[in-house]
C-alpha cells in the first residue's frame, strides 16, 4: 500500500453540513472585516492599501492555520513529508505541467472576459436601483470605480511612490492567500469530499469556494468558471500543485500595478 492510499483510507467523509462551516465561517468572517475593519482602519489612519491587505490576512492566517489545525486533528505528524502526502503537495510532472499552463489561461481568460461584462452592466443595474453596493466597499473592489493604473495610484495615494515596503506587503499577503486557500480548500477539504460525492467532487467543490467570495458577492460569476476549473484539474491530477500555482500566477498578476505604482510609471 502507497502513502497516498494509507492517508485516503484515514480519512472521513466530509458532509455538506460541515463543508458548510469550513466554507461559510470564513466567508463571514472575511465579510465582516472588509466591510466593518476597513473602514475602521482607514479612519484610524491606515492608506487603503494597507487596510485591504490587513482585512484579507485576518480570514487568509485563520484559514491557513485551520488546514494545520484539522491536519493535526486527524493523527498527522507535523512534519514536511507526512503533509506533503496528506496535501497531495506531490511532484510535478509534464502532464501536470500542462495542465497548470491551460489551468492558468483558462482562468486569466474567463474571469478576464466575464469581469468586463459584468463590470459594464453593474453601473448602470446601480443608478437604476436593481442592485445596491454597501456604503464603504473599498474601492479596489467597488465595482462602480473604473479599475486601472490611474486609479490604483489614487487608491495607494502619493505616498506610495518609492515605497517599497508596499510590495513586501502585497507580495506576503499573496503568499498567505494562496498557502491559506489551497491548503485548506484542496489540500485537507477536497480529498474529504471526494469520498462524499465522488467524481462529482469538483463541481460541489468549485461553487462552494465561489460562495467564499460573497463579500464581492458581483464578481462571483466571473469567478465560478476558474473556480470550478481549478477544482476540477486538482481532483483529476490529485495534486495541489497546479492549482496553486495556477492561482499564485492569476492572483500576482496585480503585483504589476502595485510595482509600476511604486514606480510612479507614467507619473
Known amino acids: 500500500m502507497n502513502k497516498n492510499s494509507q492517508v485516503s483510507s484515514n480519512l472521513s467523509p466530509m458532509p455538506l453540513w460541515e463543508a458548510g462551516l469550513f466554507f461559510g465561517i470564513p466567508a463571514i468572517i472575511t465579510i465582516f472585516c472588509v466591510y466593518s475593519v476597513f ?3 482607514v479612519k484610524h489612519g491606515f492608506s487603503t ?3 485591504y491587505a490587513i482585512v484579507l490576512d485576518i480570514p487568509l492566517t485563520i484559514m ?3 488546514s494545520l489545525v484539522a ?3 486527524e493523527g498527522n505528524p507535523m512534519s514536511w513529508p507526512a503533509l506533503r502526502v496528506r496535501f497531495r503537495l506531490n511532484r510535478m510532472e509534464r502532464k501536470g505541467w500542462l495542465w497548470t499552463i491551460g489551468l492558468f489561461l483558462f482562468m486569466l481568460i474567463t474571469a478576464g472576459l466575464l469581469s468586463v461584462l459584468l463590470l459594464s452592466i453593474i ?4 443608478e437604476k436601483g436593481v442592485l445596491t453596493i454597501p456604503d464603504g466597499t473599498p474601492s479596489f473592489i467597488d ?19 518609492g515605497n517599497w515596503s508596499l510590495l513586501v506587503i502585497a507580495i506576503f499577503s499573496l503568499i498567505l492567500n494562496i498557502l491559506g486557500e489551497e491548503f485548506l480548500w484542496r489540500g485537507y477539504i477536497l480529498p474529504r469530499q ?7 467532487t469538483w463541481m460541489v467543490h468549485g461553487v462552494l469556494w465561489t460562495l467564499l467570495h460573497a463579500f464581492k458577492w458581483w464578481q462571483m460569476l466571473a469567478l465560478l468558471p476558474g473556480a470550478l476549473a ?7 491530477l490529485q495534486n495541489t500543485w497546479p492549482g496553486i500555482i495556477a492561482h499564485f500566477i492569476t492572483n500576482g498578476m496585480g503585483m504589476i500595478g502595485v510595482l509600476l505604482v511604486i514606480l510612479d510609471f507614467g507619473g
Open 123 to 126: 453601473p448602470g443595474l446601480v
Open 64 to 66: 491557513l492555520v485551520a
Open 49 to 51: 492599501f494597507v487596510s
Open 143 to 161: 465595482p462602480r470605480i473604473p479599475q486601472g493604473l490611474e486609479s490604483m495610484k489614487n487608491q495607494m495615494g502619493a505616498e506610495a511612490v
Open 39 to 41: 473602514p475602521y482602519l
Open 194 to 200: 471526494e469520498l462524499t460525492y465522488g467524481k462529482h
Open 71 to 73: 491536519y493535526r486533528i
Open 230 to 236: 481549478l477544482s476540477f484539474v486538482a481532483q483529476r
